[in-house]
């Protein structure tokens, strides 16, 4: 049987934790002493009831500890080149298999000069993904100098478009900024479902769950989702918030309630 991200749904909906950010985007940017650490996170995602956990393989061998299902990052890069972005394949779909991952996530830069070679590489790890039982989720990040604005509501559904068409099971795309343009996004991904992917802290509680809202008016899927939720001072307190949007329907207001400040 063909896999699904049904590991990953609740009532239809998901919540994923990422954490792929010290090799994107390096330690010193991104972390605090607390999040510098694996352990951190796992006991975010478990008590936080994320429906799945997100990294690379070198954390996943080290630090998983089976208690959110897990996917596994199989390419990445690091923030140091200069140039026309690519991520390339740094583990095998059968090691993810083997540290427990039920799905296995690729990132797609597309409009990058390089976007054959990840295309190309995408559509053989995502065969290799479904003939060992793995969903594959393609992170589309449209990027490059052939890319002015990569949150345009029409560049955003042409990612979630090509998600799709290349045989993704889910997609992770930035918000386009409304409700109203990310439907047609949502539409564009038919039957792939779509994730919105967190982006930096945002300046707010309250900015950040009208985004979630948003996307779920929209008819997506969730989030895949991690500085708001680590970087925060309460991270389960987000969680929390987050669950209420995501799997119970409420507003963002009643949202807020869920932080005790
Ligand atoms: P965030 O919620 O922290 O943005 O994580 C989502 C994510 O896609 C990570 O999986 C990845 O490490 C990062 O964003 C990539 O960020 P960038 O947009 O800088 O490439």
């Given at each position: 049987m063909k896999p699904t991200m049904a590991p990953f749904l609740r009532k239809g909906k998901g919540i994923l934790l990422a954490y792929d950010q010290g090799l994107e985007h390096g330690p010193s940017k991104d972390f605090n002493e607390k999040s510098v650490d694996p352990e951190y996170i796992l006991e975010i995602a478990a008590k936080g009831k994320f429906t799945g956990l997100i990294f690379q393989k070198g954390v996943a061998e080290k630090?998983?500890?089976?208690?959110t299902p897990l996917v596994i990052k199989v390419n990445g890069k690091t923030s140091l080149p200069k140039g026309e972005p690519i991520a390339s394949q740094i583990c095998s779909v059968k090691q993810a298999k083997a540290l427990g991952a039920k799905a296995v996530g690729y990132t797609i830069y597309l409009g990058s000069a390089h976007e054959n070679l990840m295309l190309q590489e995408f559509g053989r790890i995502q065969q290799e993904a479904h003939e060992t039982g793995l969903a594959a989720i393609a992170w589309i990040y449209p990027r490059g100098?052939?890319?002015?604005?990569?949150?345009a509501p029409e560049i955003i559904a042409y990612a979630a478009r090509a998600g799709l068409e290349a045989g993704a099971d889910a997609v992770k795309i930035k918000y386009t900024g409304d409700s109203e343009t990310f439907k047609w996004a949502v539409k564009s991904a038919g039957a792939a479902k779509v994730f919105m992917s967190g982006g930096?802290?945002?300046?707010t509680d309250d900015a950040f769950l009208k985004q979630v809202k948003g996307v779920i008016d929209a008819g997506g899927t969730g989030l895949a989702v991690g500085r708001n939720v680590w970087q925060h001072d309460r991270p389960l307190e987000m969680a929390a918030a987050l669950r209420e949007i995501?799997?119970?329907?409420?507003t963002v207001e009643t949202a807020l309630k869920k932080f005790s400040r």
């Open positions: 630090y998983y500890d089976g208690k100098e052939a890319v002015p604005n990569d949150t930096p802290k945002a300046p995501i799997f119970n329907g409420q």
